[in-house]
């Protein structure tokens, strides 16, 4: 489980943003099987279409490039831990959000402008 401050902050917010979308949420449970749950209504929970779902998300914004920086290789993928991006789909999915780590909190996308946001197809 992650529990680095970055997540902890991710997760508090969420659940300050969307309340009833997280009633109930245990942040002693495990995080990513309650994340999954929440999508119940919007993806039958068989594995594979989850993981299609997810899959897809990722490949829309370009979080499987990889590039050389000095000597090691980095990712496009601003999450850290398999928590950050599945409450990252989450919060896209459900409540049409993004998070903004300059201003750690989570944003509509209707409120960026157009050149920033990589639409959901």
Known sequence: MDSSK???LMLNRAIESEPL??????QTKNVQD??????????????????KAVFQWCKDRDYFLYYKQSDSEVTSCPF???EQLWLAFVMKRRYN???ITEKEQWVSESELPVQNVKRLE
Do not use: A, H
Not at 21 to 26: C, D, K, L
Not at 34 to 51: N, V, Y
């Open 6 to 8: 970055e997540f902890q």
């Open 21 to 26: 979308g997280f009633e109930g949420f245990g």
């Open 34 to 51: 309650q994340l999954q749950e929440i999508l119940l209504g919007d993806i039958p929970m068989r594995p594979s279409l989850i993981i």
């Open 80 to 82: 850290v831990s398999m």
């Open 97 to 99: 959000k993004v998070w």
